[in-house]
C-alpha cells in the first residue's frame, strides 16, 4: 500500500533552518506537496513538486526561504526550511498523488487533490 513518512520535524529558534523529508513507497507520485496546519487554522499550501521534471511551486510566504525537491533513486522529497518564523509552526503534512498536473493548475495547491498523506510532523519555531 502507499506510504508516506514524514521526518526532520522539531524546534529551532526563529530565524534558523530545518530540512524535512517525505519518504514515498507504493507509488509513483506525478505531484507531491508540503503542507501545513497550525492549531484553529485552515490547512495551508507551502510547497509542491512534480516528480517526472522537478518543476517545483512554492506558496508566496515561503519564496525565498524555502525550497523543495526530490531524490528520484530514494524516492524522497525534502523542504528546506530557512529563517523560520514563529507564525509558521505548525504540523506539516506530506501529500502525494499520482496525478501530474500542468505547471499553472491551481490544483497543485488544492489539498483536497491529494489522495495520499504522511502523519505530519510538529514544526515549533520559538521567539
Known amino acids: 500500500q502507499v506510504q508516506l513518512v514524514e521526518s526532520g520535524g522539531g524546534s529551532v529558534q526563529a530565524g534558523g533552518p530545518l530540512r524535512l523529508s517525505c519518504a514515498i513507497s507504493g507509488l509513483t507520485p506525478g505531484h507531491t506537496g508540503w503542507f501545513r496546519q497550525a492549531p484553529g487554522k485552515e490547512r495551508e499550501f507551502v510547497a509542491a513538486?512534480?516528480?517526472?521534471?522537478?518543476?517545483?511551486r512554492l506558496a508566496d510566504a515561503v519564496k525565498g526561504r524555502f525550497t523543495i525537491s526530490r531524490e528520484r533513486a530514494k524516492k524522497t522529497v525534502n523542504l528546506q526550511m530557512n529563517n523560520l518564523k514563529p507564525e509558521e509552526s505548525a504540523i506539516y503534512y506530506c501529500a502525494a498523488t499520482s496525478r501530474s498536473y500542468n505547471s499553472g493548475s491551481a490544483y497543485i495547491s488544492d489539498h483536497s487533490k491529494y489522495d495520499y498523506w504522511g502523519q505530519g510532523t510538529q514544526v515549533t519555531v520559538s521567539s
Open positions: 513538486i512534480r516528480w517526472f521534471d522537478g518543476n517545483t
